[in-house]
C-alpha cells in the first residue's frame, strides 16, 4: 500500500491513512505513534482494550502476520470523528486458515491522535474462515465468541508479558 500526502486531505484523514500503511507493512511501533495515551480500542475479538493493551496488540498482529495483505478502501475524518472500510487477508496462526476479513473501523480523535476505534467485522463471516467447521455451526454463539475472546486476551497477556509491558 503506497501512502503520500495528499493536499487538502485534513490531518485526521491523513493521519488514518497513515496508520494503515503502517499495518500493511507490518509495522506495529509507528501504529502505536497514531493513539492519544487515553485511547481506548475495540472489536468482536479484543474488546474494551485500552492504551497499553491497544498498542501491544497491533505489535503482536503485525509480528505475526507475515503474510498479511490490507486493502485500504476508504478514509473519512474531520476534527472530532473518522471512519475507514478496510480489508485484510492472512493466514490465523492458530488454525493455519486463510482468512478475508472486512472490517469498519470508527474513530474518535483528540489533539490529533486516535482516542477511540472501534473495528466492527461479521464474526460469523470471520469464525467460518478462521476456525473452520466448528466456526461455521456454532461461530454465532456467544460460547464461541466468549472463548475466542479469551483466547486472544491470553496471547495478548503472554505477549505482553515477555516484553515487560505493564497495561490494564
Not at 475479538?45 to 503482536?60: I, N
Not at 471512519?83 to 493466514?91: G, I, M, N, S
Not at 486472544?152 to 503472554?158: G, I, M, N, T, V
Request: aromatic share 12%; net charge positive; hydrophobic share 35%.
Amino acid at each position: 500500500m503506497r501512502v503520500c500526502y495528499t493536499p487538502g486531505m485534513h490531518p485526521n484523514a491523513q493521519l488514518l491513512t497513515d496508520f494503515y500503511a503502517a499495518f500493511a507493512r507490518r509495522d506495529g511501533d509507528a501504529m502505536a505513534t497514531a493513539y492519544h495515551p487515553d485511547a481506548e480500542f475495540s472489536d468482536p475479538v479484543f474488546p474494551g482494550l485500552r492504551h497499553a493493551r491497544t498498542t501491544s496488540m497491533w505489535r503482536m498482529l503485525c509480528e505475526r502476520g507475515t503474510d498479511l495483505e490490507l486493502t485500504l478502501k476508504d478514509v473519512q475524518a474531520d476534527d472530532r470523528s473518522g471512519r475507514a472500510q478496510w480489508e485484510a487477508r492472512y493466514t490465523f496462526s492458530t488454525s493455519g486458515r486463510k482468512v478475508l476479513n472486512r472490517v469498519t473501523s470508527e474513530f474518535e480523535f483528540k489533539d490529533g491522535k486516535i482516542l477511540r476505534q472501534t473495528d466492527r467485522f461479521d464474526f460469523w463471516t470471520w469464525a467460518r474462515q478462521a476456525i473452520g467447521p466448528a466456526g461455521l455451526l456454532l461461530g454465532w454463539t456467544p460460547l464461541v465468541r466468549n472463548k475466542v475472546q479469551s483466547q486472544a486476551r491470553r496471547s495478548l497477556d503472554k505477549y505482553m508479558e515477555q516484553r515487560g509491558i505493564k497495561g490494564a
